[in-house]
C-alpha cells in the first residue's frame, strides 16, 4: 500500500508563489507515473503536469511557463512549483504516483488566489 500526502495549500495574491510537496510512504519501491492534478469546482479533474522516471516533463497548456515539477533522486517527495499565480488556478490540487500499474492519489490540498 501506498500512502501520499500533500502539503503547501495555502491563499495568495494572484502574481504569487505556492509550493506543494506531495510525501510517499508505505511501499514505496517502483514508484513511477508521477504528476498532479486539480480539481476546479463544478469541473472534472484535470491533468496539470506530470514528470518520467527519466526526468522528462509533460505540462498542460494553461501552466506552462508558470508551474514546474520536481522531484528528489529517489522519486520522493515530488514539488510542484507555481508562480505567477491567477485566479483561475483556485483548486484542489492531487498528487498522483503509479505503482505496477495501480494508481496512487493524495488526499488534495486547496490553493486558492486572490484577484
Known sequence: QVRLVESGGGLVQAGG???LSCAASGSISGLNGMGWYRLVPGKQREFVERITSYGSTMYADSV????????????????????????ED???????????????????????VSS
Not at 483556485?90 to 486558492?112: F, I, L, S
Open 17 to 19: 508563489s505556492l509550493r
Open 64 to 87: 506552462k511557463g508558470r508551474f514546474t515539477i520536481s522531484r528528489d533522486n529517489a522519486k520522493n517527495p515530488m514539488y510542484l512549483q507555481k508562480n505567477s499565480l491567477k485566479p
Open 90 to 112: 483556485k483548486a484542489v490540487y492531487y498528487c498522483k504516483y503509479q505503482r505496477y500499474g495501480t494508481d496512487y492519489w493524495g488526499q488534495g490540498t486547496q490553493g486558492t
